[in-house]
């Protein structure tokens, strides 16, 4: 709550429920992603640090 600047209007119920809401917008967010067959943030990250950039449609088919 206080990086959101509601610490001072909030108690610790407060506090609790923005936390709360926070996870359940990050597993809708998850949940989202995952139907539409998307990588989630972290795992294209990975991806893109072990895998590098992705390539060109006409270099990954060698150039045909």
């Known amino acids: 709550p206080e990086?959101?600047?509601v610490g001072a209007?909030?108690?610790p119920f407060g506090a609790v429920a923005v936390a709360a809401g926070?996870?359940?917008l990050g597993l809708l967010t998850a949940s989202a992603l995952e139907r539409a067959?998307?990588?989630g943030p972290l795992d294209a990250l990975m991806r893109?640090?072990?895998d590098g950039p992705p390539r060109a449609r006409s270099e990954s088919r060698?150039?045909?």
């Open 9 to 11: 209007l909030v108690g």
């Open 22 to 24: 926070v996870w359940i």
């Open 3 to 5: 990086l959101i600047g």
């Open 37 to 39: 067959g998307r990588p």
């Open 48 to 50: 893109r640090l072990v």
């Open 62 to 64: 060698g150039g045909d």
